[in-house]
């Protein structure tokens, strides 16, 4: 039974009702990869384990990033490079752009490809201390290819040293094939791949897309009743772009997390908090789509909802694959104070996921850890395109 302590460290315990937590000059005790003990004095008990002195660093929870697409073909640089130059939606369309491209790329891929692909930016997230990484299907809009997604996104803890959660976006947008014709899409591709794909266990939770481009809440109501037969919780896009009613609708459904939510209100934020759902920020998006519509940061806090943060890492609205940015970007363009980031990228995060035993540090929680050359907590969040990571810890082992 492996077991180890660390000793003389500054501990960001960061326990779910808020701050960091600190234990200065304090020891942790891990037994087969759980927290045994956590604490400023270590008792007898442990005296005998072996010690590694980690010198007066940070240790924090290993990081946990809640809203990914990571599994997915090709990318969309060209588009990025056309709209600068001068070229508008309709022109970028005509050239193959937007969600369309990912969606022929990604189907076209092999699953070789899709892994490999998907593993370059994971592990730009785990040389970050990320442990816990969700992943969304949602650019295949075919049965065959969202399911091809979903494995290859349970093939990434196969190949790395970290925890996936997968979540079905079948509702992410409507192919083309089903130009204007969203709810059959919902009956002969949606439903059907979804109950495919929770047969063959490979989903965590589902989501969708709710917006004027996509579904609205009736549809995604029907995509959601479905997902409750099954016993699978929900999460939901909302509120990103415009006020569709997305919000109050993943409150109805008592749903892990609202992701983007920049039109929310004081109302929506009222019923998140009486739903316990945690309201997921997502600045990368914003920031590369040039949004000045930021999410009600005031009202959530006013009403106590849980707030976590994310890279939304994929090719179109946020290629960004570091979640040490996207602390920095929550401060920056949101406003969060830097212990409400390291809490949004650590304990809100895992209960976005639905997940208990990560983002605090407390005895009988997973050894998933992230050792930092940092002074204080605040550096994560305030330094800008910096990685002060001395060592991550997955299950107890480096």
Excluded at 303 to 332: E, K, Q, R, Y
Aim: a negative charge; hydrophobic letters at 45%.
């Amino acid at each position: 039974m492996t077991r180890r302590v660390l000793s003389n460290a500054q501990i960001a315990t960061m326990p779910p009702e808020g701050g960091y937590g600190i234990v200065d000059k304090g020891y942790v005790a891990i037994e087969a990869g759980r927290l045994a003990y956590v604490g400023a004095d270590l008792p007898a008990e442990y005296a005998a384990w072996p010690c590694e002195d980690v010198e007066g660093r940070l240790i924090t929870p290993g990081l946990v990033d809640c809203h990914t697409h990571l599994v997915f073909g090709g990318n969309r640089a060209l588009e990025f490079e056309m709209r600068l130059n001068g070229a508008g939606y309709e022109e970028i369309a005509r050239a193959g752009g937007g969600i369309v491209s990912t969606v022929t790329a990604t189907r076209t891929a092999t699953d070789g490809a899709l892994i490999a692909s998907a593993l370059r930016r994971l592990d730009a997230l785990i040389s970050e201390g990320v442990t816990l990484v969700e992943v969304k299907s949602g650019y295949g809009l075919d049965a065959e290819t969202e399911l091809r997604m979903l494995r290859a996104a349970r093939q990434l803890a196969v190949r790395r040293d970290v925890r996936i959660r997968t979540s079905f976006l079948g509702a992410h947008a409507v192919p083309g094939e089903y130009s204007g014709r969203a709810d059959a899409y919902l009956d002969e591709v949606c439903l059907p791949t979804l109950r495919a794909a929770h047969s063959e266990g490979l989903v965590d939770a589902v989501d969708g897309f709710c917006e004027g481009i996509a579904f609205d809440t009736s549809q995604m109501s029907r995509v959601f009743d479905v997902a409750n037969e099954l016993g699978l919780p929900v999460k939901l896009h909302a509120e990103q772009l415009s006020h569709l009613g997305g919000t109050a609708l993943a409150a109805r459904y008592g749903a892990l997390s609202a992701d983007h939510i920049e039109h929310a209100n004081t109302a929506d934020a009222a019923a998140l908090a009486a739903a316990g759902t945690v309201a997921v920020l997502l600045p990368g998006a914003f920031y590369t789509l040039r949004e000045t519509q930021a999410p009600p940061v005031a009202a959530l806090r006013d009403h106590g909802v849980p707030i976590a943060l994310a890279t939304d890492c994929n090719p179109g609205s946020s290629p960004l694959a570091s979640l040490l940015l996207t602390m920095n970007m929550g401060c920056t363009l949101f406003g969060l104070t830097p212990a409400q980031a390291l809490s949004g990228v650590t304990c809100h995060a895992a209960r976005a996921l639905g997940v208990k035993d990560a983002g605090s540090i407390a005895p009988g929680m997973r050894a998933d850890l992230a050792i930092w050359d940092v002074e204080t907590p605040g550096e994560l969040a305030y330094r800008i395109g910096f990685n002060p990571l001395y060592q991550r810890i997955f299950g107890g082992k480096e």
